[in-house]
C-alpha cells in the first residue's frame, strides 16, 4: 500500500513567485492535515480537511497560503506570493476517520526555499 | 490545546532499553496519548498510543500512569535507527484531532 506522497520533494523559488504543493493521501483516508516546521521552530499546524471540507483552518499563517482539496482526494497548498518567512519543511498526513486513536501517516514532507 | 513536557535530549547505548518520560498533568478524560518519532529528514512517524491501559506493539511499549498525568515510552532494545527526535502528544477526540507538536526529546543512541 503506498503511503503519503508529496511533490515536490524540495522548491527553490525568488520572493514574490507562487507555489504550489501537492499531497496524495493514503486511499481511503478521509482526514488530511498540513503542517510545516520553519527552520528552528516546532512543527505547527496548518489545516484538517474532512473529504473536501476544511474542518480546522485556525494555523493558516494569513491569506497567501491557500488549500483545496477538491473530490476528496489529493490536496494541494498553495502560496502566493511567497515571502522568505514561507521557507520550511511542508508537512501532510493523513488518517482515517476516528476517535482520538487513530494513527495519522506522514508524508517525507516538501522542503520549501524562498530565496 | 493540552500541553505535554518531556526532556529536551536523552542518551542511550544500542542493545539497552530506554525509557522516555512525558508528563501531561492537564490531560482531560478523552484525549489519548500519541507518540510520534522523526528521524532525519523524514516526516513524523507514528510509535504507539493509548488511553488508559498500557500498550504494546512491535516498535514500542506505553506505560501509563493510573491518574494518566504522565507516561513512558519504552524501547525495550534501542538501536542506530531509534535515534530521532520523539515527541509526546495528547490528542483530543472530536473536532479536528489535529496533533499539537512541542520540542520533543532527542534521543542519542551509542553503539
Known amino acids: 500500500e503506498a503511503g503519503v506522497t508529496q511533490f515536490p520533494s524540495h522548491s527553490v523559488i525568488e520572493k514574490g513567485q507562487t507555489v504550489t504543493l501537492r499531497c496524495d493521501p493514503i486511499?481511503?483516508?478521509?482526514?488530511l492535515y498540513w503542517y510545516r516546521r520553519v527552520m528552528g521552530k516546532e512543527i505547527k499546524f496548518l489545516l484538517h480537511f474532512v473529504k473536501e471540507s476544511k474542518q480546522d483552518e485556525s494555523g493558516m499563517p494569513n491569506n497567501r497560503f491557500l488549500a483545496e482539496r477538491t473530490g476528496g482526494t489529493y490536496s494541494t497548498l498553495k502560496v502566493q506570493p511567497a515571502e522568505l518567512e514561507d521557507s520550511g519543511v511542508y508537512f501532510c498526513a493523513s488518517s482515517l476517520l476516528g476517535t482520538g486513536g487513530t494513527e495519522a501517516f506522514f508524508g517525507q514532507g516538501t522542503r520549501l526555499t524562498v530565496v | 490545546d493540552a500541553k505535554t513536557t518531556q526532556p529536551n535530549s536523552m542518551e542511550s547505548n544500542e542493545e539497552e532499553p530506554v525509557h522516555l518520560p512525558c508528563n501531561h498533568s492537564t490531560i482531560s478524560g478523552t484525549d489519548y496519548i500519541h507518540w510520534y518519532r522523526q528521524l532525519p529528514s523524514q516526516g513524523p512517524e507514528y510509535v504507539i498510543h493509548?488511553?488508559?491501559s498500557n500498550v504494546n506493539n512491535r516498535m514500542a511499549s506505553l506505560a501509563i500512569a493510573e491518574d494518566r498525568k504522565s507516561s513512558t515510552l519504552i524501547l525495550h532494545r534501542a538501536t542506530l535507527r531509534d535515534a530521532a527526535v520523539y515527541y509526546c502528544i495528547l490528542r483530543t477526540q472530536g473536532g479536528s484531532e489535529k496533533l499539537v507538536f512541542g520540542k520533543g526529546t532527542k534521543l542519542t543512541v551509542n553503539p
Open positions: 493509548g488511553l488508559t
Open positions: 486511499s481511503g483516508h478521509d482526514n
